[in-house]
């Protein structure tokens, strides 16, 4: 084996930051299992805590995207919502896209964007749907 | 075949045979440089193509010693299978059909069956018979493994070629900030598909494309295949963050679409190009007015 | 033709780390027989799937992989082992949104759909042998359903 992920730094806390009425998460590399719901847990704290209105996930450093963490993802999205905050993913390379729409899981219930200023925008749009756990909004 | 083929031991005509090829490697190499199989690749010094001669003379000698005269596979061959399809790579290029580079390989046996049948002179008749043989099926499999390397260097020029024409039949097309589109032509299957769809979702993270549009003028069917390419084509783009639009559809594919039952479910679709870009144009934000009439046309 | 380099190996699976190790040689394996990027990232999601499973339900095991050659193409095998309680009905289980623990349910059919082949042996109480294949230069298989 190699070094490749000894010094990798996603075996502890992936790092929530606030900015404005938006925390701003960024996933780097592959993620420890552990780690992917530690986040989820801190996310719902900090969203409760700080009063969010949103959550942009920033994964354009992800590698890959499995069932378990695509659906802690969509998890972290649900229960944010509850809390009124609305949840946006941003970055998500094109073989991740495929392989993910491949493997039949393809997240209905998120909001995605391309890139994290896409992501404020949406986010400053006026909110679609107050309705807790609603899908994706189709545009006309 | 006669049965002793196996058997290397010294004075068996698979052990004679390699015996000879060990005892001769510097004639035979010496000989074969002068054919135009070696002239052809090793243009540079006669002496690499002696070099490689004895290459192959070698090989054929330590497959024989394991006795597996008829066996393309055999592990011995390995040293100089790239070699041998260089050179026959070389010759196709030189204009030679596949039947006549195979001419020019079975060229290579004649000379060393008279050395050896010069080396025999004084053996039993049997065993000459037996030794020729071995040494012909020998030369018979170094055909067929050459043959094997060509047609598989064929095969993946063709492959190449066939990745390279999808890509050139795909372009994507910046057609405003944020709008790419790419005009499918042709038939849409598994490989073609997979190329539309990476060459897509790439462009959408190069121009940071908010919309993305499948015109589909080009392509002469939409069976249940299609639909699905595209729908995967349309979920991966979602995920992204941006938006396809599938466009081109004509009346009869409507049709099709609706008799066959398919589901384009939450797929937008408008039926020209034109009226794909006016609405992603308007999804931007951005107005077309048409200034030659009465200025104030807003689609 | 040789074998690649660093593509044989056998990897145990007994812990959500090894999940990782597991995705990263397989994806460095895919890498080095030549596979695309978006093809890598299939089989690395695919792998990540079976080791899962092979984590959760079969209470760990190994996962092996092989380097096989076919003409032209490099392909990538890897076999996922346990001596787990297995599965009574496979067919049920290849199916979508079956799960008899956490995730969405896309664990084995979703993995079969990353894959050119795919191949399951299992009985109750006998274990479970998942064994998944890629080649290089192919396109991807079209969906069986729809």
């Excluded at chain 3, 799960?99 to 795919?118: I, K």
Aim: glycine fraction near 10%; hydrophobic fraction near 45%; aromatic fraction near 4%.
């Amino acid at each position: 084996m190699n070094e490749g992920f000894a010094g990798h730094p996603s075996a502890g806390r992936v790092p929530v930051l606030r900015l404005g009425r938006v925390l701003l998460v960024t996933i780097q590399g592959d993620l420890h299992d552990s780690t992917a719901q530690q986040l989820q847990e801190d996310l719902s704290q900090s969203v409760v805590d700080s009063g969010a209105t949103g959550v942009v996930i920033d994964i354009s450093g992800v590698e890959i995207v499995d069932s378990f963490l695509g659906r802690v993802l969509a998890e972290i999205a649900a229960q944010s919502s509850l809390l009124a905050a609305r949840t946006v993913v941003v970055g998500m390379r094109p073989a991740v896209a495929i392989t993910l729409v491949e493997l039949g899981l393809t997240l209905p219930g998120l909001d995605t964007a391309l890139s994290t200023e896409a992501a404020l925008e949406l986010l400053d749009a006026p909110v679609p749907s107050a309705r807790p756990g609603a899908p994706r909004q189709e545009r006309p | 075949m006669p049965e002793h083929v196996g058997d290397t031991t010294p004075g068996t005509p698979t052990g004679q045979v390699r015996d000879f090829l060990r005892g001769r490697r510097e004639q035979i190499a010496q000989r074969w440089a002068d054919e135009p199989l070696f002239r052809a690749v090793f243009t540079v010094s006669r002496d690499e193509a002696v070099e490689a001669g004895k290459a192959v003379v070698d090989a054929l000698a330590e497959v024989a010693d394991v006795g597996r005269v008829e066996d393309p596979d055999a592990p011995g061959f390995a040293p100089v299978r790239d070699q041998l399809g260089r050179m026959a790579a070389a010759r196709s290029r030189g204009g030679l059909s596949t039947g006549q580079v195979s001419g020019e390989l079975a060229g290579l046996r004649p000379p060393v069956e008279n050395m050896l049948l010069e080396e025999l002179r004084d053996a039993p008749a049997e065993h000459v018979r037996a030794c020729a043989t071995t040494l012909t099926v020998l030369m018979g499999t170094l055909r067929v493994l050459v043959m094997q390397t060509a047609l598989s260097e064929g095969q993946a020029l063709i492959d190449r070629q066939r990745l390279q024409l999808m890509e050139v039949a795909t372009p994507v097309i910046k057609l405003w900030d944020g709008i790419v589109a790419v005009p499918l032509i042709g038939t849409l299957d598994s490989a073609r598909s997979q190329v539309v769809m990476e060459t897509l979702l790439e462009a959408v993270v190069e121009q940071r494309a908010r919309y993305a549009i499948l015109d589909i003028t080009g392509v002469p069917t939409v069976d249940s295949l299609v639909a699905q390419h595209l729908m995967k084509t349309v979920q991966a783009a979602r995920l992204m963050g941006a938006e396809c639009i599938v466009s081109g559809i004509r009346p009869a594919i409507a049709q099709t679409i609706v008799h066959l039952g398919l589901d384009l479910g939450g797929v937008i679709t408008r039926a020209g190009l034109a009226d794909a870009l006016g609405y992603a144009l308007h999804q931007l934000g951005a107005g077309i007015f048409n200034t030659t009439s009465n200025g104030t046309d807003q689609r | 033709m040789g074998t690649a380099a660093g593509v044989e190996a056998r990897l145990p699976i007994g812990s959500d780390l090894d999940l990782m190790w597991v995705r990263q040689h397989v994806r460095q394996a895919a890498a080095t027989l030549g596979f695309g990027l978006v093809d890598q990232t299939k089989l690395v999601t695919a792998a990540s799937e079976l080791a899962r499973n092979t984590l959760v339900y079969g209470g760990g095991g190994t996962m092996e992989s092989e380097h096989l050659v076919d003409g032209s193409s490099h392909g990538l095998r890897l076999t996922f082992s346990d001596e787990g309680p297995g599965i009574a009905d496979i067919e049920q289980a290849l199916s979508d949104g079956f799960t008899s623990g956490e995730g969405l349910g896309m664990g084995l059919g979703g993995a079969r759909r990353l894959v050119h082949e795919f191949a399951i042996e299992s009985a109750p109480g006998a274990g479970t042998t998942v064994r998944v294949t890629s080649w290089t230069g192919r396109p991807p298989k079209p969906r069986e359903e729809f």
